[in-house]
């Protein structure tokens, strides 16, 4: 049981460059989020899902994509990177019933 | 819009010393509100509190939820220098969980 995994774990993009965060779970949770977290800050959301197939926008969701075409994965698209999106991304899971919230390691995302 | 509000924003304590960390939220169909601690990491799962009034404790931390007056404390005591961490409250609605900015805390030895 990996739990929650995302990949990479660091990443260097130039400005306008797209890329996709990596973001995998292996414990059948319907919910799944993504956060960014910038010095000083807590987590801020950017996107969840509550099911395969099903996405809706968080508290910061400019300049991001996602989709959810199975229960595991939920992948964070970067459409063409700024350097305000310079940031440390974490991926979470947890079932639909509530209780606990699953991070993923995090990626470390440095737009120049 | 839902918001979660952490004061302090930081604290610097001595070893021994007795801690309180507060959190107030708004929050649309609240379901529960969630305490963190979070080192140079991924931050990791201290309390869940659905209920008010009910503490809920581990070792020297402890927690509770007044869902009236939409706030919650951590309490942490006799701290050790292990207990520097940033502190992140957040609270689970509308099927998002939402966190605060968190309390930075400092024990010094």
């Known amino acids: 049981n990996a739990g929650v995994t995302q990949t990479p774990k660091f990443q260097v993009l130039k400005t306008g460059q797209s890329m996709t965060l990596q973001c995998a779970q292996d414990?059948?949770?319907?919910?799944m989020s993504w956060y960014r977290q910038d010095p000083g800050m807590g987590l801020r959301l950017i996107h969840y899902?509550?099911?395969?197939?099903?996405?809706d926008q968080g508290e910061v969701p400019n300049g991001y994509n996602v989709s959810r075409s199975t229960t595991e994965d939920f992948p964070l698209r970067l459409l063409s990177a700024a350097p305000s999106q310079t940031s440390v991304y974490f991926c979470?899971?947890?079932?639909?019933?509530?209780?606990?919230?699953?991070f993923g390691p995090g990626t470390r995302l440095t737009v120049t | 819009e839902d918001k979660v509000v952490q004061s302090p924003l930081s604290l610097v304590v001595h070893e021994g010393d007795t801690v309180t960390l507060n959190c107030s939220y708004e929050?649309?169909?609240?379901?529960?509100l969630l305490w963190y601690k979070q080192e140079k990491k991924a931050p990791t799962f201290l309390f869940m509190l659905t209920s008010s009034g009910i503490e809920k404790k581990s070792g020297r931390l402890s927690s509770i939820l007044d869902k009236k007056e939409l706030f919650s404390i951590l309490n942490i005591t006799a701290t050790q220098t292990g207990d520097s961490a940033v502190y992140l409250c957040a609270v689970d609605g509308d099927d998002k969980i939402i966190f605060g900015k968190g309390t930075r805390l400092h024990i010094l030895p």
């Open positions: 979470a899971s947890r079932h639909y019933k509530g209780l606990e919230q699953y």
């Open positions: 414990m059948n949770h319907e919910y």
């Open positions: 929050v649309t169909n609240f379901r529960s």
């Open positions: 899902s509550v099911g395969a197939g099903i996405t």
